[in-house]
């Protein structure tokens, strides 16, 4: 089925510690996101990669890096965890050459202690 | 891309008509108005888009004023299942940047 993967579903980390959240998307879309979600809250732009090989900043960069290395994978790297990065992390991939609907996966919930 | 304003929560008895309105007041020619909804720990939803003119799909009616400064989302008859958090999102035609949620509107559906 075609669709967003994100991977791990939920990971407990120690503050400090490095963590690559994973996504990828078997839909050929040009642009992929990545959001960040805390209780009560919307939906927050961390990054956002509009095509392989470009990034760019959303509202809430600081302290996450993101990669476009193809077309399928945008991972999403905590250097060193803080407990503030406690959230629910979701993917979401468009098709920039249409102005049709963003795919989000299912969202991977990371604990920092 | 422009900003929208939504009510932060709305109720709707079930069987009846939920219409959940949008302010996109700065809304340029150019950009689209998006709506998506978030079912309590799922990822967002799309339900709609449109530009300028009204529209309609198996799960919803977008209804955008002449002058695009606002719109209505329609769910016709509101199950329980339909109570979740709905995003109205304008966003350029060309569909690239930043895609930015605001905070919503909390839709309760009631027996």
């Known amino acids: 089925i075609a669709g967003i993967t994100q991977a791990p579903t939920s990971q407990i980390l120690a503050a400090g510690r490095r963590m690559t959240l994973r996504c990828t998307q078997d839909?050929?879309?040009?642009?992929m996101y990545w959001y960040r979600q805390d209780l009560g809250l919307g939906l927050r732009l961390i990054h956002y990669?509009?095509?392989?090989?470009?990034?760019g900043k959303g509202e809430v960069p600081d302290g996450y890096s993101v990669s476009r290395a193809n077309t399928d994978d945008f991972p999403l790297t905590l250097a060193s965890a803080v407990p503030s990065q406690t959230s629910v992390y979701f993917c979401?991939?468009?098709?920039?050459?249409?102005?049709?609907?963003?795919?989000f996966g299912q969202g991977t919930r990371l604990t920092v202690v | 891309d422009a900003k929208t304003t939504q009510p932060p929560s709305m109720d709707c008895a079930e069987g009846r008509a939920a219409n959940l309105p949008c302010n996109h007041s700065?809304?340029?020619?150019?950009?689209?108005v998006y709506w998506y909804r978030q079912i309590h720990s799922q990822g967002p939803q799309y339900i709609i888009h449109?530009?300028?003119n009204n529209e309609t799909n198996e799960m919803a009616s977008l209804i955008i004023t002449e002058d695009r400064k606002s719109s209505t989302l329609i769910l016709p008859h509101a199950t329980l299942r339909d109570t979740a958090v709905y995003y109205c999102?304008?966003?350029?035609?060309?569909?690239?940047?930043?895609?930015?949620f605001g905070q919503g509107t909390t839709l309760q559906v009631k027996p």
């Open positions: 999102i304008v966003r350029s035609v060309f569909n690239t940047g930043k895609l930015i």
């Open positions: 839909m050929r879309h040009n642009a």
């Open positions: 979401a991939s468009s098709d920039s050459s249409r102005s049709t609907e963003a795919f």
């Open positions: 449109g530009l300028k």
């Open positions: 700065t809304i340029s020619g150019n950009e689209y």
């Open positions: 990669s509009n095509t392989a090989g470009t990034t």
